[in-house]
């Protein structure tokens, strides 16, 4: 599994890529359903499923993302993978940060903060240790403000 996570860390900036992921990304939305949150982007990289609540719709939107741990919490990116656009989950965070974390089949409430300043380029930092094809998104998306997440735990 190193091996195909070395690869897909060296292939991750790539263009074609990105919308090769972007289209598989209802596919691993069923894979996280179906296994409960335990295989999510079939384990490659360290993945969980957010679960929003969509700020025109009022109803859950699930997706699932990369993470990296920070402490107790989680930290996500809104890359949507360097599209000039923010990913609609990012902007229901936005609306409403309260959402659920499910992780090897845990689901956590949580609340999510965005990220600014100093805090922003620690947690990039970690970010893109873990995958550092966003900074190729970045590129791509015109060198558009990518939103940084830290989703805390919460008691409900």
Do not use: C
């Amino acid at each position: 599994m190193a091996g195909i996570r070395s690869l897909a860390r060296r292939l991750g900036g790539a263009a074609w890529f990105a919308n090769t992921g972007r289209i598989l990304v209802p596919a691993d939305r069923l894979v996280g359903r179906l296994t409960g949150g335990r295989v999510v982007a079939l384990g490659i990289v360290p993945s969980l499923l957010l679960t929003t609540t969509g700020r025109r719709s009022g109803q859950p939107r699930t997706q699932p993302l990369l993470f990296v741990r920070d402490g107790d919490g989680w930290v996500v990116t809104g890359s949507n993978w360097g599209q000039t656009h923010q990913p609609a989950w990012a902007l229901n965070l936005l609306a409403n940060p309260r959402a659920t974390v499910t992780v090897k089949g845990r689901q956590v409430p949580v609340e999510a903060h965005l990220a600014t300043g100093a805090e922003r380029d620690r947690l990039w930092q970690l970010v893109t240790t873990e995958w550092p094809p966003y900074e190729a998104y970045v590129k791509r998306a015109g060198g558009r403000d990518i939103h940084v997440f830290r989703l805390t735990p919460t008691k409900s």
